[in-house]
């Protein structure tokens, strides 16, 4: 019996194609009717949180829009909401409970600001605040991790860039997507035969720049939540300004280097990081790049970057499921986690 | 002969204490001088981000005002620059030479935008490329690790949220700091003692929230960079959302809880730390919050917890130099880090 996290990884192809059937038109319809702002703030948690660092490449390079992660303590702690004049407020929340979330639409309603809610819960706290809600359509999430809940996100906000792009290819692109995801899940197995050497592992970076930033900074969370290694998430650029002196003989490093404008910068790290005798693990499509690792995590030709991490995001959960389970530890209910964080 | 990073740790009251007396009017006229804008975007990398972080806090707390980290990937990587509309545009930088960021207040000229440059070099490329400049006074920085040219940049925007609130005694806390920073760093010799504990220490946490989610953040760094600690840092929320799961017995754990709006959450949380065995080590000036650690790094009474993060580095940056002290490690010359680091 596969484990739910087993599940719910592989039904993302599925779900992504679902989630454009249902609402690719609702979110142009959405996009068109916003009014035009300045910026968004977005205030998110977790992997959503990721989700929203995503936003901020694929927003700002595709619409020209600037992105703003909230401040939600601001709110919440402080009693210090800033003014939002001239803002777009989203929020971002699997569950739509998380009060801090939903603290930081209720402001904005008050300032007059347009809201839209991203959740998978059209019921929820957060979705009654906003003035728009998509949804993500991923259906139940029962393992604690976020896997489908994760990528419907980045599909949504993927989405939103496209429309506003004004450029109809991009949403070709993305409604190509879906099929590649699938072609990247076919070759898991190749990954679970290599989880096992990493079993001893207790410590890991995860390096990625650019619109996968946040795949790093998700599947550091991913590992952290499943497999209880520290791992660490650095852009390449912030990497060498420091956090590069902890690399010794033997680190294991995981980096993200599908093709595109990072691909450069990403061969020359992984240059750096070989003559310091660290294990590569490579998340790419580009053949030289692949052979640069230890363990490759192949991905497919042909993803656009700008979708690169919708389908970047895929060989990690798997290899993090795997070593889960090569350590003997139940990839469905981490220690000491519940579904639901609600903080304030 | 006593290391030049322990010298630049030292000298950090009496630089502060140089600075606001050189500038602290001066960044009053550019405050007064600047245009409204509706947000600010700051670029900057390494500990200079760490101090963007702060801003987010303070000029959103005191002024009102949301902050935008930028991408500077956005301009170097994807000639993608967003648009700028109603933002000031501020670069930090100790060198003012890392081309990324030059990169993004070129830009924000190019639109027409104000522009501010904070930079321990009034001759940089980043002085030449903006409106107004701000210096640090910090004199030539010459370990590898930023001390003092971090704190100096925390009073810098310290100062610009004094102004910009309109409350005179935000000012005269400002003015009172250098003696109570002089007063912590008085307590050093007790975190010397308890250094060589931690010799053996690979992995460690760094939890702060709100104004010291920055100081989580720049102590992790100054761990990774001097002592090769894998250090992962994280404000409070974010870490009940999965990270928490890495906590085993015996996990090393640094919390920053100075008293102020989020000391109770943070004494929740050690709390949740110690009941999984955690090995707590804390900064703060409450004594029930101090009676949690195995190892207290202690605050002085009386700092208002908007100017925390510029004491509470302080124990840190010395228990850092100490650990690499107590492992043989030269802390002015980590392996394979430069002083400037031009990212592109």
Redesign the interface.
């Known amino acids: 019996m596969p484990t739910l996290l087993e599940q719910e990884i592989l039904s993302q192809p599925e779900r992504i194609a679902g989630l454009l059937d249902a609402e690719l038109e609702h979110i142009g319809r959405i996009a068109a009717a916003l009014p035009t702002c ?2 968004a ?1 977005i205030a998110a ?3 959503s ?1 990721r989700a929203a660092q995503y936003a ?2 694929a ?4 619409a ?6 909230a ?4 709110y919440t ?2 009693d ?8 777009l407020v989203v929020g971002v929340s699997q569950s739509g409970q998380s009060p ?1 979330i939903v603290a930081v639409l209720e402001d904005a309603r008050r300032q007059g600001r347009p809201t839209l809610a991203i959740t998978n819960d059209a019921g929820s706290p957060l979705a009654a605040t906003a003035d728009h809600v998509i949804e993500l359509h991923a259906g139940p999430e029962r393992s604690v ?1 976020a896997t489908k809940t994760y990528t419907a996100q980045l599909a949504v906000l993927a989405a939103l860039a496209a429309h506003w792009s004004g450029q109809p290819e991009r949403l070709e692109e993305l409604r190509r997507l879906p099929d590649q995801l699938a072609a990247v899940l076919a070759g898991r197995a190749a990954i679970s035969a290599r989880a096992g050497r990493y079993r001893a592992m ?2 890991c ?1 995860v390096i990625g ?2 619109y996968n ?1 946040a795949t790093a900074y998700e599947l550091a ?1 991913k590992l ?3 497999t ?5 998430a650095y ?1 390449s ?2 990497f ?9 003989p033997g680190t294991p490093a995981i980096l993200i280097a599908p093709s595109g ?2 691909l450069a ?1 990403m061969r020359a790290l992984a240059g750096e990081l070989r003559r ?1 005798g660290a294990e590569l693990l490579v998340i790419a499509d580009d053949a030289d790049m692949l052979a640069l690792a230890r363990t490759p995590l192949p991905l497919v030709d042909g993803i656009p970057e700008w979708l690169s991490p919708l389908a970047a995001v895929l060989p990690g959960q798997w290899l993090a499921l795997q070593l889960a389970l090569a350590k003997g530890l139940d990839p469905d209910t ?4 519940r579904k639901v ?1 609600r ?1 304030v």
């Open positions: 300045d910026y703030l948690r977790g992997s949180d901020q490449y927003w700002g390079a595709l020209g829009l600037p992105v703003a992660l401040a939600p303590s601001l702690l402080y210090a909401p800033p003014r939002l004049a001239r803002a801090d991790a207790t410590q970076l720049r650019g930033y969370l952290e939540e499943l209880y290694v520290m791992a660490i852009s650029a912030d060498r300004h420091g956090p590069i002196a902890t690399v010794a404008r990072t910068d310091r981490p220690r000491g986690l964080t903080t």
